[in-house]
């Protein structure tokens, strides 16, 4: 069926008021606050991963980089250990990373650190990223990926499915369960969130008094959605030696092959 001329006009107009729109709101921003507060246990007495150098460049310079070079980013929080502020701040300056707005000390547990990142947020912050330090192998495209997704379903997370068969156990390592590993996924981060979502769950857990393991599950306790975004195997987490020497080998296999 042919619009009529009033239906022209008036679709004319919407499209009109749609682009003055577009053009005099402002952006809704989004942010990353990167959770660098924790206290490198595992990786040695006396050691900070967060300033171990993988090719030259240290831990946390590569994971704030990701960031710096993603367009959806607008800026930076960096939650740190009580007493690294300034070196962190020296770190940014050498670097020349124009999006880290402030960098601030975390609490007892990586949840009260993700929360007081969010706590330092614009207002007017729509989207948040909140991503491990040590994940210093994240790259652009995999942070752009989940924040397209997060933009659409409130709330998506880096992950990849599992490649071993899942054994669940009793407490004398007895097997009780096999998980289907078809629906089995291990969340890695960026967690992006709309950040009212974010707000509201992180409040309730605070309210209930619950810890939990990352935060999806923030989300996860009240009933809500998160969409899991395929961003395959090499965004690991440093923890250990071991993973120094991986994430040496995947860093200098990017190279080699121009990623």
């Known amino acids: 069926m042919k619009k009529t001329s009033t239906q022209k006009k008036a679709a004319r107009r919407g499209k009109l008021m749609r682009l003055i729109d577009a053009v005099t709101s402002p952006r809704k921003s989004a942010a990353a606050v990167i959770v660098a507060a924790g206290g490198s246990t595992r990786m040695g007495e006396g050691v900070n991963k967060q300033f171990i150098e993988l090719r030259g460049k240290p831990v946390l310079a590569l994971t704030v980089e990701a960031f710096e070079k993603t367009d959806g980013i607008d800026y930076i929080i960096v939650v740190v250990r009580a007493g690294d502020e300034e070196a962190v701040k ?42 491990d330090g040590a994940r210093c192998l994240v790259t652009p495209e995999m942070i752009t990926a989940v924040l397209e997704t997060a933009k659409k379903t409130g709330a998506a997370s880096a992950g990849s499915p599992v490649k071993d068969t899942i054994k669940q156990v009793s407490f004398f390592n007895v097997v009780e369960n096999t998980p289907d590993r078809t629906k089995l996924w291990a969340a890695s981060t960026p967690q992006i969130f709309k950040a009212g979502l974010y707000r509201a769950a992180a409040y309730y857990a605070e309210k209930d008094g619950a810890e939990v393991t990352d935060d999806n599950a923030l989300l996860e306790r009240l009933g809500g959605k998160v969409t899991m975004v395929d961003c395959g195997y090499t965004n690991i987490k440093i923890t250990t030696p071991e ?7 995947l860093l200098r296999y990017r190279e080699e092959n121009g990623q």
């Open 90 to 131: 020296e770190l940014a300056a050498r670097y020349g990373f124009k999006k880290v707005r402030s960098v601030i000390a975390g609490g007892g547990t990586r949840q009260e650190s993700a929360i007081r990142g969010v706590e330092a947020l614009d207002g007017d912050t729509d989207m948040v990223a909140i991503h």
């Open 243 to 249: 993973d120094v020497a991986v994430a040496e080998a």
